[in-house]
């Protein structure tokens, strides 16, 4: 790229804040302009300290909360931005990483995931996995020929089963993407299942067990962070996810080619500028097509504190998920898809971090479910918990609610070639490459997707 060229970032969220961190340092001539059409930069991270007690802190995440230390792009930020000091792990051997739990709809328990073959067997989800899987490598290949993709219920359901699918797989798809299960993409959502299929000669199982063969990844400059996730399941910071976000933005504020525009919407685009509404536009970039196959979930997260211990009145664990009812998504279920122990996978983000009186927990709700109004009224919200855990629980001495509009895309069958598609209309046309559109929207929701987007915007400019 040439000097003096103006890169524009549209969008301050997590995406938006690593792509205009990176280009800062791979284009130092160009004059980079982030827009945000809210106040706060960090999109759908941030994280709260409140008081709970005379001398107790706890930290309340309204987004994402944890991060697995296979997530390169994150460490390098990490180490680029000195925030090695602010981590906090989570080891392989914790209760929070081994065990994890269902909620099956119409029993209204939380049942423990089996995490070996001995608990296999003894699990009450034994007559629903037990034989899916032993099963599974000796199914005939039954992918139809010239499928390209499909919805990730119904390969699940091809490779182990209707049962199998309904209750583990809902679930798993109820805890990522929030969304129903026949509706999402298992090629753009879990792309190495889809690939097991082909390299296992149709066996998922098989496939899971040979070898991968390596792609070509760009360079991340980690330091000696990965040395610190030796043996550990995720990671966070001790003042939660906006240490992050808060670093990548004061970054940005201290370099000299970089200005960020928050309170600043972006009506329109042409070949030569941005337009906001102080700006007028005779030229509209129109979205494309591609962009608005993808529904996306609303999803609401209620924090909740009670005034006793952790594993009080749940198991230690890091949690539970919510299948989709047998009867499927209605007004009458309650709409929850799964709780996370929060006091027991990140203890070491509150104060004191050892013998503490408070138990915080996030419940989630939405997605798929039609959510009324009643859904998220503390007191039902309490009633269903009591139902999962079997207990009376205490009076919350602290709350909050979240409620996210539209927060996480749904990446529908075909999702893959209409983003290649995609990437052929900007490649040519009036802008010959130098629009680039990245997002949860486009190559993944997690954290370590998004800011993975932001590191390889530009590579090619």
Known sequence: MSLNRHIAVIGGGLTGLSSAFHLSRRFPNASITLFEKH????????????????????????????????????????????????????????????????????????????????????????????????????????????????????????????????????ALVHGIYATDSRKLSVRAAFPLLWEAEERGWGSVIFGLLRSIQEEDVPHYEMGHIPSNMNSVSVFSFRNGMSTLTDALKNYLMQQPNVQILSDTSVTSLDSRCVHHPTAGSSKTFTLPTHLTANPSSSVTLINLVFPVPPNTFHPPGFGYLIPRPQDDYSPSTPGILGVIFDSC????????????????????????????????????????????????????????????????????????????????????GVWRGRLEVIGAGVGGVSVADCVDAGKRVGSSW
């Open 39 to 170: 106040h706060r930069l960090g999109g759908w991270v941030r994280s709260e300290r409140v008081d709970v007690g005379p001398s107790q802190q706890m930290v309340l995440e309204a987004g994402p909360r944890t991060i697995r230390p296979s997530a390169k792009s994150i460490l390098e930020l990490v180490h680029l931005l000195g925030l090695k000091d602010s981590l906090i792990t989570v080891p392989r051997t914790a209760a929070a990483a081994q065990k994890k739990f269902l909620c099956i709809p119409e029993d209204g328990r939380i049942q423990p995931l089996p995490a070996s073959i001995s608990s296999l067997l003894v699990s009450p989800f034994r007559s629903i996995s037990l034989s899916a899987i032993l099963r599974e490598p000796f199914r005939q290949a039954n992918r139809a020929h010239g499928l390209t993709d499909e919805s990730f219920d119904s390969f699940m359901t091809r490779r182990f089963g209707k049962d199998f699918a309904r209750t583990f797989g809902s």
């Open 345 to 428: 996978s990140l203890s070491s983000q509150d104060t004191p971090t050892t013998n503490s009186s408070f138990t915080k927990i996030t419940v989630m709700l939405g997605g798929p479910h039609l959510l009324t109004e009643d859904h998220t009224k503390i007191p039902v919200v309490i009633s269903q918990l009591e139902n999962h855990f079997g207990t009376k629980l205490p009076t919350p001495v602290l709350t909050r609610t979240y409620h996210h509009d539209k927060c996480i895309p749904t990446l529908t069958p075909g999702h893959l070639d209409r983003m290649a598609e995609l990437k052929g209309v900007l490649k040519s």
